[in-house]
């Protein structure tokens, strides 16, 4: 069965490295940068847990034409990328391909299924960290299984997910997970603002307030809509704001796990700011916002968030945590 990854960046030479170092018959689509590097370098990836994979045999192609033979695509491109990837898929994919979106977001399922009308799409959800470390190293550098939604399609490919140590975790359904992340992803905006690595961005408290701030406002709005947010670390969702408003020794003592990252791992916000890419914020933060307009109500502090993003976009500078706050408070 072929598997092609679409988009192939972080996530995608990462999973689909995982794949192919596991046996399974991967190929790569994604842009000139990204196939000069793994041309000249290979893959090599690596993870928290000390793995060092080297796959040097891969085939990464820039046309979608390459999409063709596909019995599997994953589908690994920014939300903002998800249309125009889609639209390029459907004139080159077979009937009744699998398509499995790794994204954050909530709708770019919506979008895959709206162009994709003779396939299968299936959303799906990585809850670790990759950073690109240069010549064509990957680095896990934080844990989780990748969630989908459970589909018979997918039931040829479980156990070459399982075999590359990427076991795939099926949800009956997947939104309520997808939300759970987007909560998480909050803090891509904060994370990206602070210009800090995530552990040292979370340990301290004034940056944490900051995403308390947003989570706060946004299960509110989650509530008044009626959606339950899945439970998908070892605390409920709801009880986010008040574990990260804890004093930094309280919450080293109590939620020690959350720093116990990788000291290099960064959001992959802060990685489109710095490489002057678009970010993902209208997806993340803008999810939120949406759900306050069809209440006719405001969310002031998502959609400052999302402000000082765009304004980074094109002019970053980094801001201090107390500042932040004051900003996010106004
Ligand atoms: N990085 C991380 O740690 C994590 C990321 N995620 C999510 O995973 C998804 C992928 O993120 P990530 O891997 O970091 O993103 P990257 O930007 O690293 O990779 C996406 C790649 O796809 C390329 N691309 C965009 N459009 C097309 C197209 N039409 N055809 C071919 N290639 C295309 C991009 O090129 P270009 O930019 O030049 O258009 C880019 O190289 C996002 O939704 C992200 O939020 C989830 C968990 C963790
Ligand atoms: C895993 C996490 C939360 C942080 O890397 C992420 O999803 C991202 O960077 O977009």
Known sequence: MSIVV???GGIGCYVGGRLLAGGADVAFVGRERMAAEVATHGLRLTDY???????????????????????????TVKSAATEAAADELAGVVKPGTVVVSFQNGIRNGDVLRERLTDQVVVPGMVPFNVLNRGQGVFHQGTAGALDVQEHSGLAPYVGGFAKAGLPLKQHDDILPVQWSKLLLNLNNAINALSDL?????????????????????????????????????AVPMRLFPAVLRLPDFLFSRFAGSVLAIDPLARTSMWEDLKAGRPTEIDYLNGEVVRLAEALGRKAPVNAKLIELIHKAETNHHPWPGPELLRELQR
């Open 49 to 75: 847990l000390g793995a060092d994979l080297r796959v040097a045999e891969v085939r990464y192609e820039t046309s979608p034409e390459a999409a063709g033979a596909a019995d599997l695509v994953l589908l």
């Open 197 to 233: 690595p995530l552990r040292d961005e979370l340990s301290q408290r004034t940056y944490r307030r900051c995403l308390a701030a947003a989570q706060a406002e946004s299960l509110a709005l989650l509530a008044a809509h009626g959606i339950e947010p899945a439970r998908i670390l």
């Open 6 to 8: 679409y988009g192939a």
